[in-house]
């Protein structure tokens, strides 16, 4: 017998094995020790020593490789499989998909120490002092023993398990030293059942809409079959409820329920929420994790000892012992999207395995992305709508703000200067009438940093990023000067900022546009300056940079949730799911500019955007206003999406993408082609298509530069093929691809595929 091994190199193959002597004694047809499928094992690949995952079993004479060719792997890793058959299913899947090699997309699944062959009981190895030790065991002269036997001692009788204590700062040579001198024992802690889910808490009463959706769901899970929901609820329509009634039901048949969230939506209140509703083992599982909590949760899901899974993007590739309902929270999100190596979907992934599973999958959002309210006109998905907000909160009002009619705020400097703040009197007024009758407000600008860009008014020139095609952006701090400096939001490349221009050395140097920063100092200056502002109100600026340190967002939600008027000023981060309910006033002084950028999709991501983040508006008792400052009023869509709403707006853009054969009309392959030249680039990409089957009906799009061409010191052209259908670009993927790779002229070059890709 031979063992079939896929491993993390770039070839769309697997390799085949044989066993080492010891291990092919047969008895009968099978031998001793035959490693399982979905087993890692560890195998020598040219001059490496590489961990694969066995994924086949076959016999000598079905191999392509002569038997004195092959080589016998070097060691079995696991006894028993650490892929079930369902997650290696999955794993075929998004290799076909996608595209991908197998054994890459192996690697992409596993976390990185079950990829490095450690062994999966790590966690659960414990470390006590032996019960007649004591103190006196120790020699005067054995001080740093001394010191790590009562580090252990700290733990008590039932010591601590390895990894606590290497974190705590043990070595892990002084664990052994001790354990031979015999003074510590090791031992391995079988890790308890968790108790059944309880609940904690009384669910609220749910109203009409919300019983329905809840009934349907539960309904699904009843009948253990696939079914795909979309959750269509307005903002603060209480999809929560929704979900968390629908988990109950599937937690008390026993059964995980995963809940996908997006990157930064994973706030404090996250678990808080699910936590206080059940007493279960909840797992979160995100990308700031150290590697051993990773494995630690990924064995906790694929025993069945996690019982609520909270995760971002990547948790949709875990293995799960007894799933029962999966959850995509705020499904539209752009980073349930992966933007490298294995570029899959997050939501579509959470589809797929809903149906390998038989279980229902629920994709909950306030602004569903075309692709999915496609699948509900096609009967894929079934769509249940919440129109309302539970209680007295009503939907907010929005409302435009001409701001070619109106002037914009000046303001004086201490030196006399006088400079424009951006916001018209009519969105100073109504901030102004908000704070007065005590609540809070919040500002949208999707833009961190002081400044985006830095100009010479003499001479036009601007600060660039040598390595991007992109301005530099200007972080300017007035406080300490020394904090001032410019930056690239794309590569992170990092400059002074000059005192005069390069060019033609004019000391006229000035920094335009706004970002956060300079948004909140003006804002300083209006509303919290005793000479300006009879009560002084706290500006709260909410972005990457103010919520970097560990704790940083949770002093900002204290704050906040203390509910005394105030100001935030945040980027797209305040957009997902938070709950301000003292926000009665929206402003989003120039959020609307995506409806003019050359990307089709721009106008969609604009307006969900837009909408999520006017949701943040009265979510309390007291009603909501959004005012959208813009220059561009009479826009068709921008006026269709506030008088009439997102699913109308959404509905008009799908029209019009079916009528010009857009996606989600039409699917859609991007291949991007990375090197140090444009020409290169280009070159490579024109005799891709050059070697497309004939007759292969699709539509070809490029080679052309690629939106931002140089980032990063490296050059980007992209091709882009549309199919009418589904099956129609795959199959032309299948015949076409993997020779494009091997091109001459890729050499050198890094191709990329991106199957339904969300931008380009
Ligand atoms: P969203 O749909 O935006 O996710 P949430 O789930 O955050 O909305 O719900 C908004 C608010 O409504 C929350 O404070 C929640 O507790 C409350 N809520 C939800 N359902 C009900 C209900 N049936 N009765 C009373 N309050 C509810
Ligand atoms: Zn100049
Ligand atoms: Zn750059």
């Known amino acids: 017998m031979l063992v079939q091994v896929a491993l993390p190199v770039p070839l769309y193959r697997v390799f085949d094995y044989s066993l080492p002597a010891d291990m092919s004694t047969l008895a009968n047809d099978k031998p001793a020790c035959l490693p399982p499928i979905g087993s890692r094992v560890e195998v020598s690949f040219g001059r490496q020593t590489l961990i694969g995952i066995v994924v086949a079993h076959l016999s000598e004479v079905n191999s392509s490789v002569p038997i004195n060719k092959l080589k016998p792997i070097n060691k079995c890793l696991d006894a028993k499989p650490i892929l079930d058959a369902s997650l290696l299913k999955l794993a075929y899947w998004l290799a076909r998909y996608y595209h991908y090699p197998l054994g890459d997309v192996l690697a992409v699944i596993l976390p990185t120490l079950v990829r490095q062959g450690k062994p999966l009981d790590l966690l659960i190895t414990h470390w006590r002092i032996l019960p007649h030790i004591t103190d006196d065991n120790f020699r005067a002269n054995a001080k740093k023993q001394k010191q790590q036997f009562d580090m252990l001692k700290l733990h008590g009788t039932r010591g601590a398990s390895e990894d606590v204590l290497l974190l705590e700062g043990m070595e892990r040579a002084f664990l052994t030293t001790l354990e031979d001198k015999g003074l510590i024992e090791r031992y391995i802690e079988p890790k308890q059942a968790p108790h059944p889910v309880k609940l904690a808490k009384m669910p609220l009463n749910l109203n009409n809409e919300q019983q329905l959706a809840v009934d349907t769901i539960i309904a699904a899970h009843k009948s253990e079959r696939y079914t795909g929901f979309l959750l269509n609820g307005i903002t603060g329509s209480g999809k929560t409820e929704v979900y968390l009634q629908a988990m109950q039901a599937v937690l008390e048949a026993g059964k995980q329920v995963l809940i996908l969230v997006p990157e930064i939506g994973l706030t404090p209140q996250t678990r808080a929420r699910f936590a206080s509703r059940f007493a279960a083992h909840i797992v979160l599982l995100h990308s700031g994790m150290t590697n051993t909590h990773r494995l630690q949760g990924w064995q906790d899901c694929r025993t069945g000892h996690a019982q609520i899974i909270i995760g971002t993007r990547s948790t949709v590739l875990y293995p799960f012992a007894d799933l029962g309902l999966i959850i995509v929270d705020e499904a539209h999100d752009s980073s349930y999207k992966q933007q490298d190596t294995l570029r899959y979907h997050a939501a579509d992934v959470a589809l797929y395995r809903g149906l390998q599973a038989n279980i229902p999958v629920v994709l909950g959002t306030a602004t569903p992305t075309l692709e999915h309210l496609k699948l509900v006109h096609e009967g894929k998905l079934i769509e249940c709508q919440l129109l309302t907000r539970p209680g007295n909160a009503r939907p907010a009002t929005m409302q435009l703000i001409d701001a070619r009619l109106q002037s914009t705020h000046q303001q004086t400097q201490d030196n006399g200067a006088r400079y424009d703040t951006g916001l018209t009197d009519a969105l100073i007024g109504a901030i102004r009438q908000t704070l007065e009758a005590g609540d809070q407000v919040l500002i949208f600008l999707n833009r961190r940093g002081y400044a985006p860009v830095l100009l010479c008014e003499a001479c036009g020139w601007q600060a660039d990023c040598p390595r991007c095609d992109a301005h530099l952006t200007v972080h300017y701090n007035s406080q300490l000067q020394s904090h001032s400096y410019l930056k690239c939001h794309h590569c992170d490349w990092q400059a002074y900022i000059p005192k005069i221009c390069p060019d033609c050395g004019s000391q006229n140097l000035d920094a335009k546009g706004m970002g956060t920063t300079r948004l909140s100092e003006n804002l300083h200056a209006i509303f919290s300056n005793p000479q300006t502002s009879k009560t002084l109100y706290p500006i709260i600026q909410i972005d990457r940079d103010t919520t970097r340190r560990k704790d940083s967002w949770e002093n900002i939600y204290q704050r906040i949730n203390e509910g005394k008027p105030a100001i935030l000023v945040g980027t797209q981060m305040v957009a997902k799911g938070h709950h301000f309910p003292n926000v009665t006033l929206v402003c989003l002084p120039n959020a609307d500019r995506g409806f003019l950028s050359a990307d089709f999709r721009s106008p969609e991501h604009t307006a969900q955007l837009m909408i999520q983040v006017a949701g ?145």
């Open 616 to 760: 943040r508006a009265g979510r309390g008792d007291k009603a909501g206003r959004v005012l959208i400052q813009t220059l561009q009023p009479d826009n068709p869509l921008l006026l269709k999406l506030v008088k009439d709403g997102y699913l109308s707006f959404a509905q008009e853009l799908l029209q019009e993408r079916k009528m010009m054969g857009l996606p989600p009309y039409s699917y859609a392959a991007l291949i991007r082609c990375e090197g140090k030249t444009l020409a290169a680039t280009t070159q490579a990409l024109k005799e891709a298509v050059a070697h497309l089957p004939n007759a292969h009906n699709l539509a070809i799009l490029g080679p052309i530069d690629a939106p931002m061409s140089k980032k990063n010191s490296r050059y980007h052209s992209q091709l882009l093929l549309l199919a009418k259908d589904r099956w129609q670009l795959h199959r032309v993927l299948n015949q076409w691809w993997q020779p494009v790779l091997a091109l001459p002229s890729a050499k050198y070059l890094k191709l990329t595929l991106d199957i339904d890709p969300i931008g380009w």
